[in-house]
């Protein structure tokens, strides 16, 4: 064989043996992703259950100090929390020191400052957990059991975005009133034998206050997030107009996504990918109402989008609004790590691992069975998406690596 001809038969034994070196080294860490994507679900699952206990493993620190060293700029706690349970125990426990009205907003709320100064936003019960929200998907009043559910359901899908959320029973004669502000005491009355407040919100109005059953009202408590990490708000791309007759150009214009890839900050990092995950959350819960959305300051698109505010969800489990997941099948494109997730909760293990979840909530049960078996036929509904996707596009198109390293350092 002449030097030129081994020269060229070399080159190309090179070239084959990087290439094959490469598909391997891919297949490998593909691989290796896939595996710890697994021991990640069943670490989750062996957590699920959460005991309301007051007892702490770090005794020089408040449950409340706990709580706020957990937050990073993409978790608001880990994947690994012992002290879980006994920061919830503390939420739905503490003595209420001062009770406000809520920040500004749409719905009503109060502000409760708990022993050792920590801020919760409670929501009241509004509706018994059979009832059934009719018109639009965003329609009715906020539900308070639907905030306890996302909370979980955050914690299922590994996303770990939401505030802390648990139910609490408060005494509005004993626990509320007492240490109101003059502004949210001004909002109580009395209807029947019901202890009743209206709070100052945008839809507050005194001819439609929530009520307690006799001065007991039950509710949710989310944890305030630290002062430490002020929030940005952000208008978000697939929001809605809210107006009869006027859609927004996401609801007629199938190419709008490539529109978004071009704006900042969808243009680059992780924001793009957290609004389709969080486009697949809020189409299992039902929530059509995130017109938008909340992330850390001065982040550049790198910290999270924080699941705030899921309470006009669960109001219909017979409504699945397919326009939820518009950012899903108008990107084609998801997380490698939220499409095994999803895998892993198919076959009712999602059903039954949120009911598992919730099960130790001080107001269990939190949802109806019509509400948790939606929960499966949505995931079926998500999962055929991304098949079509896939089918249209190819796997390596439409599944996105991006796993970031995490630190609570």
């Known amino acids: ?35 710890e994507d697994q021991r990640a679900f ?19 620190q408040s449950p409340w100090e706990i709580a706020a060293q957990w937050v990073v700029p993409r978790e608001v706690y880990p994947e690994e929390t012992p002290e879980l349970g006994a920061v919830m125990h503390a939420m739905t426990t503490k003595k209420i020191i001062k009770a406000d009205v809520g920040y500004k907003g749409t719905q009503l709320k109060a502000l409760l400052i708990l022993e050792g100064g920590q801020k919760v936003v409670f929501k009241p019960k509004r509706y018994a957990r059979d009832y059934v929200v009719e018109g639009e998907p965003y329609a009715g009043y906020d539900r308070h059991n639907a905030e306890v559910a996302a909370f979980h359901l955050d914690r299922i899908l590994g996303f770990r975005r939401a505030p802390l959320v648990v139910g609490r029973f408060v005494n509005l004669r004993t626990e509320i009133k007492p240490v ?23 839809y507050c109005r005194e001819t439609e206050p929530a009520c307690a059953d006799g001065d007991i009202m039950e509710g949710s408590v989310t944890l305030w997030l630290p002062d430490v990490w002020p929030l940005q708000k952000h208008r978000h791309p697939w929001g809605r107009t809210y107006r009869e007759g006027k859609l927004a150009r996401w609801e007629y214009d199938e ?15 992780p924001r793009l990918l957290d609004i389709i995950d969080t486009a697949i959350f809020d189409y299992l819960i039902g929530n059509a109402d995130r017109h938008h959305y909340e992330s850390f300051q001065d982040d550049e698109g790198a910290s999270m989008l924080i699941l705030l505010d899921n309470a006009k969800s669960f109001g219909n489990p017979a409504l699945d609004e397919r326009s939820i997941l518009a950012p899903l099948y108008q990107c084609c494109i998801i997380r490698v790590s939220t499409w095994n997730r999803l895998n892993y909760l198919k076959n009712g293990v999602l059903k039954s691992a949120l009911k598992t979840a919730m099960s130790h909530d001080p107001i269990s049960p939190v949802l109806s069975d019509p509400h948790l078996d939606a929960l499966d036929q949505r995931l079926l509904s998500i999962l055929a998406t991304v098949k079509q996707c896939t089918d249209q596009f190819g796997p390596d198109i439409v599944l996105v690596e991006d796993r970031m390293t995490l630190s609570h350092l």
């Not at 003059?182 to 909002?187: F, I």
């Not at 071009?262 to 243009?267: C, G, N, W």
């Open 255 to 269: 190419s709008y996504c490539d529109a978004v890839k071009k704006t900042s900050p969808y243009d680059s990092g």
């Open 1 to 35: 064989m002449k030097l030129k001809q081994r020269v060229v038969l070399l080159a190309i034994l090179l070239v084959i043996f990087i290439f094959t070196k490469v598909f391997l080294i891919d297949n490998l860490d593909t691989s290796a992703a896939n595996r």
């Open 180 to 202: 109101a502000t003059e502004q949210l005491l001004g909002t109580f009355m009395t209807v029947g034998n019901n202890t009743c407040f209206y709070g100052k919100c945008y």
């Open 42 to 60: 069943h670490r989750m699952m062996a957590s699920l259950h959460v005991e309301l206990d007051p007892r702490l493993e770090h005794t020089l």
